[in-house]
Each structure stands twice: as structure tokens, then as C-alpha cells.
């Protein structure tokens, strides 16, 4: 029998941890942040409003959230690495098009099969890939390949301005189109003009085929016994070679019938519907009701996802010791402290300068990296893993219906009201109820139920 630690010392399921953090800056990165700094270039170009372009957020976010059960049983049938590297491919096409834009409602229609890229480029696939090469370290593992999202926050964002300023500066050098290169105008031009923000997105497309595919192609692997290895890098007794453990829990028919799951779920969308709505308005409240200039004032949310990075390794070190609705009720507590900071500490106090962007900064960072990192081991607590992709594909429906419910009722209310605080008031209520609920999730409720099942690919079937 081979030694479990010489097996352990060359576990690839750690390098898989790698990949994974790797992937995420660059998929989550476009997926989530990337595309604010085109927002304006896109009103410019296009002559709309910003509620033209938020409404194309509430189109990806549909797209996203509703695609999730689907993509799960993908997942389950086809394994997580053939549906990464068709999501990334589809990615780097959606940036290709979304280049061509002239009307609001072509990224209407492109952001459609973006959300679904998305989908299948970020939470949901990494999620699944760690739970199957992970059990005694699922925490710290998921704690640092969802960091990745966070870096993906400050590096892509910043790697679109610098690809902005560089065909601005070529564009401007270059006079007109008649003038420019035929390598300038193939990436920047369309309709006879010159237009760095096109550039961007298609050199964003060319980098997504060169740099994220690639690796996704040669070393992803869908579970340990893809390589002659086993969960967490341990043989178990007995165990007499490398075959595939069936997977222990339940079918995703019995999750979808639990109290346990309508739990987990509505907590998941009532924090979901507040960091969506508070992320969103952050900028136009810091600006508009707070006084704070451009300068400051995305520093509320800019600090948060720094925030972001240690608490997702936290709680990730966190999930492996303690019971996860605590750690999930936990960051609905910070979220709800985020919360009351905008709302009593600025508006009702009067507090200036950075100290509310600090301490807004800590709660509402901590909330979101713990809430990221704790649902998937909520639900592998809860469900096993038998079948994981396609329960977390339901839960993760609520991204839709939380986006829907926060960022645009948050906005409607400022623009009724002229104030964000009964907007805060709605999230303190939601995020009161939804902490509430986590402590009265039962994760061992079902356990006595898990059997095993099939492998993850042939799994869908069975539900």
C-alpha cells in the first residue's frame, strides 16, 4: 500500500487549488467587475442613460442565476472541466461581439449568453471541483481559490484601463482611420471610427484564448481518481487501488423537498439582494447623498474587496472546524453591520472623511468573502456531494431574484425618496431575517439519509 503521506506530500488536488485561483482572476474578474469600466464608454458611444445600462445588469444577472440548475446538471453529466473550458472558450466570444455594440439592446442580447458563460466560468464549477478533491480541507481549499475573486476585482479592472489608455494613445497618435495601421484598425475600429474601448474588449478576447484556456485544457481535473488518487490526497483502509468512491448524499429530488433547502436558499438570497443593492448604489450614494467626491467615494466598496481576500481564507480555515450556518450567520451580521454604518453612522450621525469608509469597508468585506466561501460548504455539509453541482445550481437561482430585488429597488427608492435610508432600513429588515434563518438550518438534518451514488458525470440521471 502506497504511504498516505508521501501521497499527501504530492497531492494534486493543491495544484488544482492553484489553477483554480488562477482561472477565477481572470473569469470572475471580467465576469463581475471587468465591465464597470466600460460602462461609461458604452454611454458615450451608445448616447444612452445609466438605467439603460443597469437594466443589462439585471439581464446578465438573470441570465447568471436562472442558468445555475442547468449548468449544475452539465456539470454532473459532462464533469466540471469540459463545462470550464466551453464556458471560457464562449467568454472570449462574448467579448469578441460585445466590441461590435451600437444599440443598448445588443448588450441586452449579448449579455444573455454572457451571464451563462459567467455561470459556467466561476462559482459554481470551482465550487463543485474543489468539494470533489477535497473533504477535510474543503475550507481552507474553497478560502483560497475564491481569494481569487477578489485579486480578479482589483487586477482585471485595472489591466482594462491600462488596455483603454494604451489605444487611446494609439488612436490619437494614428489621426483618423485612414491614417491608422491595419493592426489598429482591426482591434479599434468599426463604422469608420477609432474606438479604444473596442480595442480593449478584443485584445480582452485574444488574452482570454492565450492565457485562460490553455491551462484549463492541460491540467483541470474533474476528481482525484482522474489521476490515480484519492479525496484530500489519503487512501482510506482498505481501499485496493485507485477506483472511483460512489459519492456519498443525497439526490438532488430529496435536497429540493427539505426544510433544509428552502433555509439555505432564501438566506443565501437575502444576503445576496443586500451586497448586490449596497455594492451597486455605493458610488452614487457616497457622491450624491454623502458628499464625498469621485475620488473617495469608490474607496467604500474599493476597500471592501481588499477586505475580501484574508476573509475568505478566514473563514475558509473556519468552515473546517465549526458548523457552517454559524460561520453563514456570522456573515450576515457583518453584512448587516455594513449596513447600519451607511445608515446610522453617516446619515444619521454625520459621520465624514474615512473613518465610515473604513469601517464600512471591514464589515461589508468580511460579510462578502465569508457568504462566498461559505455557501458551497454549507451545502456540501448539508447534501454530500453525491449530488452537489446540481443542489448548489438551485440555491445559486437566488443570485437572480436578489439582484432583482436589491440594486433596482434600492435605486427606486433614492429616486422617490431622495435618500438612501429607508434603502438601508430594507436591508437591515433583510439581513435581520436572514441571519435569523441560518441559525435554525439543520446541516446534520439529512445525513441519515446520504447513500452513495454513481460518479459526478453519469449523476444527472439519477435526479
Known sequence: ????????????????????FYTLIHTAGNGFY????????????????AASLQLAAVVWALAFGLSSPLIGAWIQRYGARKVFVTGAMIGGLVMALMSTITQVWHLYLIN???????????????????????DKYRGRAMALVMMGIGVGGFVVPWLITTLLLLFGRWVSGAGNAAD????LRLFTGWGGELTPWRGALRAGAVLNYVIVVPPLLLWLRNKPSDVGQFVDGVQPAGAAGAETPLLSGVSAKRALRSSTFRLVAAV?????????GIQLNAQIFAEQQAAYTMDMAWRFMGYALIVTIPTRFLFGRLCDRFDPKYLMAGAGVF????????WVGVLRLGWTGYAPILIFALLQGVGIGGNAVTLPILVGRCFGERDFG???GFVMMGFAVGVIFGAPVMSKIFDETGSFELAFVYATVLLTVAVVLALLIRTKALQAEFSTGVEPETAAADA
Open 335 to 342: 453584512l448587516l453591520g455594513g449596513a447600519l454604518t451607511l
Open 180 to 183: 491608422a495601421s491595419l493592426l
Open 1 to 20: 500500500m502506497e504511504d498516505p503521506a508521501q501521497k499527501k506530500s504530492t497531492f494534486y488536488g493543491w495544484f488544482i487549488v492553484i489553477l483554480l
Open 112 to 134: 444573455v449568453v454572457a451571464g451563462v458563460a459567467a455561470g459556467a466560468t466561476i462559482l459554481l464549477p470551482a465550487q463543485t471541483v474543489i468539494t470533489l478533491w477535497f
Open 390 to 392: 446540481k443542489i448548489l
Open 34 to 49: 471587468g465591465i464597470s469600466v466600460y460602462l461609461p464608454r458604452f454611454m458615450e458611444t451608445l448616447n444612452c442613460e
Open 268 to 276: 443565501y438570497l437575502l444576503q445576496l439582494c443586500t451586497m448586490s
